[in-house]
C-alpha cells in the first residue's frame, strides 16, 4: 500500500509515497520514496539515504539532504528513505538488520511496486546512517554501485565513543544519572515496544537527545549498541580485542571486509564537533589499504549537519552563497552521476 509522503512532496514530475517495507512484532517500518511520475521502462537509479539521529533520534524526514533529492529528481532517479529501529529501546544489531533489509526490499520488492524495473543502487547516509550505509554495504550479496559517507560515524569504537568527559557540540556536561536511568540500555527480558521513528520537536528540552549527550558523556556508545554493560571501558584499555564476536558487525573498520567495497566518497567537516573527522580518516586510510577506490572532501568550516541545515534549496541550480561548503556538496554529486557511468 502507497500513502502520500510529506515533506517529500512538491518536486516536479515527481511523486512521493510512504511504503512499508518491514513488519516486526511491533509494527511496520516505513520508508519513503521519491520517484518520476512517468517512466519510459528503462532501469531505474535509486539513491537509498539513511538518516542520522546518533541511532537514538530521527525518522525518514529528519536532516534531510534536499540537496541529494534535488539531485535525483533533476537526473530521473528515485530517492529512497527508509526508517530503522533505534536505541535504547533496540540495540545497534537491529538498526543493521533493519538497513539491510530495506537495501534487499529496494532490489526485491520496489520495482513490482513502482512497476519499473531497478538499475544502479547508489547507496548514502549521514552521520549514523553512513554507519549504516557503511555496513549494509559490506554485507550485501548484490554491491551498490557507490557509498556516499556523510561525516559518518563509521569508528564506534574509537577514542571519542570509549573515553569519558565531553559532550557533543562543545557543550557544557551535565549530570548523567538520572538520564542514563530513565533510558536504560535493552536487556534481555526488556519489554519496552520498539521504537523506529522519533522526530525531534524541541532539541533543547528531548529527553532522548538528552541521552545522546549522555552517551558521549560517559562513553557509552558500545554499550547501548551491544547491550552489553561496560564495553565501551574494555575497549578502552584492551582495545578492539575485548569486543566479543557475535558483537564484531557492529565495528566495520575492525572486523568487516572491506576489500569488496565499490568506490566510495567521505564528506566530513574538518572542524566537526559532533563526529570527529577521524571517524572518516581512519576509514579513508582502512579502505584504501583494502584496495577500495576512495575520493574524500574534508571542507573547514563545516559543522556536523552542515548539509542538512542549508534546507530546501537545490545546490546546482542555485548561487550557493549561503550554503556553507557548496562546492563539497556538488562534487559528491558528480561522485554519484560519474558512478553510475563507470
Given at each position: 500500500m502507497l500513502t502520500s509522503g510529506f515533506p517529500l512532496e512538491g518536486f516536479a514530475g515527481y511523486t512521493s509515497k510512504t511504503v512499508p517495507f518491514k513488519t516486526t512484532s511491533d509494527g511496520t517500518?516505513?520508508?519513503?520514496?521519491?520517484?518520476?511520475?512517468?517512466?519510459?521502462?528503462?532501469?531505474?537509479?535509486?539513491?537509498?539515504?539513511?538518516?542520522?539521529?546518533?541511532?537514538?533520534?530521527?525518522?525518514?524526514?529528519?536532516?534531510?539532504?534536499?540537496w541529494l533529492v534535488y539531485a535525483c529528481t533533476s537526473r530521473g532517479w528515485i530517492f529512497v528513505t527508509p526508517d530503522y529501529r533505534l536505541m535504547p529501546e533496540s540495540t545497534a544489531h537491529d538498526a543493521i538488520q533493519d538497513a539491510a533489509d530495506a537495501y534487499k526490499w529496494v532490489h526485491s520488492s520496489l520495482p513490482d511496486l513502482l512497476g519499473r524495473p531497478v538499475g544502479s543502487i547508489l547507496l548514502a547516509g549521514s552521520s549514523a546512517g553512513a554507519y549504516l550505509a557503511l555496513n549494509t554495504a559490506i554485507s550485501a550479496t548484490k554491491k551498490p554501485h557507490a557509498l556516499l559517507l556523510i561525516y559518518?560515524?563509521?569508528?564506534?569504537?574509537?577514542?571519542?565513543?570509549?573515553?569519558?568527559?565531553?559532550?557533543?557540540?562543545?557543550?557544557?556536561?551535565?549530570?548523567?544519572g538520572a538520564i542514563l536511568e530513565a533510558w536504560p540500555m535493552k536487556a534481555q527480558d526488556d519489554e519496552r515496544k520498539s521504537v523506529s521513528a522519533y522526530p525531534v520537536v524541541n532539541p533543547a528540552t528531548d529527553p532522548?537527545?538528552?541521552?545522546?549527550?549522555?552517551?558521549?558523556?560517559?562513553?557509552?556508545?558500545?554499550?547501548?549498541?551491544?547491550?552489553?554493560?561496560?564495553?565501551?571501558?574494555?575497549?578502552?584499555?584492551?582495545?578492539?580485542?575485548?569486543?566479543?564476536?557475535?558483537?564484531q558487525r557492529l565495528f566495520p573498520l575492525h572486523f568487516g571486509d572491506l576489500s569488496g567495497l565499490p568506490r566510495v566518497?567521505?564528506?566530513?567537516?574538518?572542524?566537526?564537533?559532533?563526529?570527529?573527522?577521524?571517524?572518516?580518516?581512519e576509514a579513508e586510510e582502512k579502505l584504501k589499504a583494502s584496495g577500495v577506490q576512495v575520493l574524500t572532501a574534508y571542507p573547514p568550516d563545516a559543522e556536523h549537519g552542515f548539509d542538512a541545515r542549508a534546507g530546501n534549496v537545490n545546490v546546482e541550480t542555485s548561487a550557493g552563497d549561503d550554503v556553507i561548503a557548496v562546492e563539497s556538496l556538488r562534487k559528491a554529486i558528480g561522485f554519484l552521476e560519474q558512478s553510475i557511468a563507470s
Open positions: 517500518i516505513n520508508a519513503d520514496v521519491v520517484y518520476p511520475e512517468k517512466s519510459d521502462g528503462s532501469p531505474a537509479v535509486i539513491l537509498l539515504h539513511y538518516h542520522g539521529g546518533f541511532l537514538v533520534v530521527g525518522d525518514r524526514y529528519a536532516f534531510l539532504p534536499y559518518g560515524t563509521l569508528n564506534p569504537a574509537g577514542p571519542r565513543y570509549t573515553t569519558p568527559g565531553m559532550n557533543i557540540f562543545g557543550r557544557p556536561l551535565v549530570e548523567t532522548r537527545l538528552a541521552l545522546v549527550a549522555a552517551l558521549h558523556i560517559d562513553a557509552l556508545f558500545p554499550d547501548y549498541m551491544t547491550g552489553i554493560a561496560g564495553l565501551g571501558r574494555q575497549i578502552a584499555t584492551e582495545g578492539v580485542r575485548a569486543i566479543p564476536e557475535e558483537h566518497m567521505l564528506l566530513h567537516g574538518i572542524n566537526d564537533t559532533a563526529v570527529p573527522l577521524d571517524c572518516s580518516t
